[in-house]
T-cell receptor, first 114, second 113 residues
Framework: QQQVKQSPQSLIVQKGGISIINCAYENTAFDYFPWYQQFPGKGPALLIAIRPDVSEKKEGRFTISFNKSAKQFSLHIMDSQPGDSATYFC?????????????FGKGTLLTVNP | DTAVSQTPKYLVTQMGNDKSIKCEQN?????MYWYKQDSKKFLKIMFSYNNKELIINETVPNRFSPKSPDKAHLNLHINSLELGDSAVYFCASSQEGSSYEQYFGPGTRLTVT
């Protein structure tokens, strides 16, 4: 049972364009939604995170949009750059329940063409 | 200073062998994790330890045995290696209560031939 569904599986964007990755979750107990970025040959690294009491969080060119009623959240990368080419994972955690588990989506391979 | 380190980075071995992967974190975190990333990049939690106590064991075969000698170390021992064990294994750590913010090691690419 996949608790966090991520789409698309891969995405190709031109430099300067907007990259959008979507995720949907099922467990309403989830209360923290981070995004991780993974470059080839490296471990994932936390990029940005949001709590469900906020509808949007922006850090530089990266924005998370959150729709609690639809149980969906998305990552927007503005002015995408070739250096943003990486695999992006959405995730969800439940701090009230199992406080030691992060449930990941299956990842999106982003390629930004110069 | 490397926050989460793993050794070795690459491990090539034959079926049936026993091998270990070591992980150390210098962040002062209480919780450590092992993940398996398959060829499709899917990240699957294997184990979670908090203050040296096993918290999560996600239906991992008994051939996999984690050991936490102290809060800064979490090693993974694998017995009787199988072809399907080939993957990249990541160690991670977080503050207790902040599982959303995990710090990952560089990974160990295990190839079983």
């Amino acid at each position: 049972q996949q608790q966090v569904k991520q789409s698309p599986q891969s995405l190709i964007v031109q430099k300067g364009g907007i990259s959008i990755i979507n995720c949907a979750y099922e467990n309403t107990a989830f209360d923290y939604f981070p995004w991780y970025q993974q470059f080839p040959g490296k471990g994932p690294a936390l990029l940005i995170a949001i709590r469900p009491d906020v509808s949007e969080k922006k850090e530089g060119r990266f924005t998370i949009s959150f729709n609690k009623s639809a149980k969906q959240f998305s990552l927007h990368i503005m002015d995408s750059q070739p250096g943003d080419s990486a695999t992006y994972f959405c995730a969800a955690s439940d701090s009230g329940g199992s406080n030691y588990k992060l449930t990941f989506g299956k990842g999106t391979l982003l390629t930004v063409n110069p | 200073d490397t926050a989460v380190s793993q050794t070795p980075k690459y491990l090539v071995t034959q079926m049936g062998n026993d091998k270990s992967i070591k992980c150390e974190q210098n962040l002062g975190h209480d919780t450590m994790y092992w993940y398996k990333q398959d060829s499709k990049k899917f990240l699957k939690i294997m184990f979670s330890y908090n203050n040296k106590e096993l918290i999560i064991n996600e239906t991992v075969p008994n051939r996999f045995s984690p050991k936490s000698p102290d809060k800064a170390h979490l090693n993974l021992h694998i017995n009787s290696l199988e072809l399907g064990d080939s993957a990249v294994y990541f160690c991670a750590s977080s503050q207790e209560g902040s599982s959303y913010e995990q710090y990952f090691g560089p990974g160990t690419r295990l190839t079983v031939t």
